[in-house]
């Protein structure tokens, strides 16, 4: 493949993949959440957002060349900040708070799903252990970001009279950040991913990050919308 | 805690937690599911039954003396055989066989949901990472296999006219096995975990494998039996 017939092949998995086509997303974007199925997922998806730096800095510690850790380093000081109170985690536990849980509670993750917290640690590990080029390409889910953050703030705004616009002031920077990641990830990717098995590696570890995200998903709405069997320890909304 | 008490708690554990009281099991056993839905659990099962001495192999490796290493091993045989064709994987195969998927399409692992993957790759991790002592306590799930062993060999013969005793061949040895390896793993436990935090370290190693098991069978349920919603890529009953 062409870098060009690449990249149409990575967004067609995004078309196939992407987490925006799960039912707890049409759910939670359309209004018909519970105040307790919010809560869950932004309990939930606490724990993926709070290790994205751990990921993050597996990544960068593999990187070769002060260029490409400097690059890499951006994402970490978007998600850690530059001081107590700023950057993407602890705007998360805003929205945390602002749905009615104790940001304690999420930090210390004790109600989260065991599968979350499989999953989750399936990235990092991914990361980790596969080759570089893969860890760099499981990072393109971002080139479909934007638009389930446009549907979500525009959808939990419009249909939830108890969330803010400042509740969800994590996802505006989102909106500039990603697509600088995605431009430099995707531009890897495109000139390093040549031959055919490099190209297969890179498509299927865009496969297997859709499938990290679909299956907090799927987690969440077995424990919290149909059937609603939530696991032994896990939060239990009130 | 004395040892006993310890041991009590364990037990405990498995009575509130152990994957026995799950709904898909007892579809499973009490003759509810579809040839469709018993073809999904063996096939994802078959990669934690194929991941099993992966698990032994990383905590056998973990091990200080000849004594302890020789007592483990006996898990490896027990799991892998003595000769192509014998061992629990091998019977786990011809399970899936007889049910009627084919053995090189399980060994594929292709079709399992991304969420056994994530959950029996956490449980290698764990024995790899944390201490010794939480690597052998996390196996003490086995101290409640017997029960439900005897429950789905006679559940699934009473109920499904295409198993046979034959097809169930996994089961049979792991009703003597599973006694002995607990019977080590837990005089290991009771003997080494003295301290309170060593104590609650073991008893989270075991919550945590029983999460494992359950979060295995949450997946299956919500893929195949409610909301009944197969994520992409994952294996369609015909």
């Not at 969440?220 to 059937?227: E, G, I, N, R, S």
Request: glycine content about 6%; some cysteine.
């Amino acid at each position: 493949m062409t870098p060009d017939e690449l990249e149409t092949t990575l967004r067609d998995i995004g078309t196939e993949r992407y987490h925006n086509r799960h039912p707890f997303h049409r759910m939670l974007h359309g209004g018909e959440c519970s105040r307790g199925q919010v809560q869950a997922w932004a309990l939930n998806r606490y724990y993926y957002q709070a290790q994205i730096p751990v990921k993050d800095a597996t990544l960068l510690a593999r990187l070769p060349t002060a260029d490409l850790r400097r690059e890499w380093r951006r994402r970490l000081v978007d998600h850690d900040g530059d001081a107590p109170g700023t950057g993407g985690i602890s705007r998360w536990l805003k929205l945390v708070e602002s749905v009615g849980l104790d940001a304690a509670y999420a930090e210390s993750t004790r109600g989260i799903l065991p599968a979350t917290r499989f999953a989750v640690d399936a990235y990092i590990a991914f990361v980790r252990d596969r080759s570089l080029l893969e860890a760099i390409a499981s990072s393109l889910t971002e080139m479909f970001a934007p638009k389930i953050i446009g549907e979500r703030v525009a959808g939990m705004l419009a249909h939830y009279d108890w969330i803010t616009r400042d509740a969800l002031a994590y996802f505006t920077p989102r909106l500039t950040q990603a697509p600088q990641d995605v431009a430099f990830a995707l531009g890897y990717v495109r000139e390093h991913a040549r031959t055919q098995t490099e190209q297969e590696a890179v498509l299927a570890a865009l496969r297997f990050k859709c499938d990290v995200l679909w299956a907090q998903l799927d987690a969440l709405h077995h424990a919290y919308v149909t059937p609603g069997l939530i696991p032994p320890g896990a939060f239990v909304p009130r």
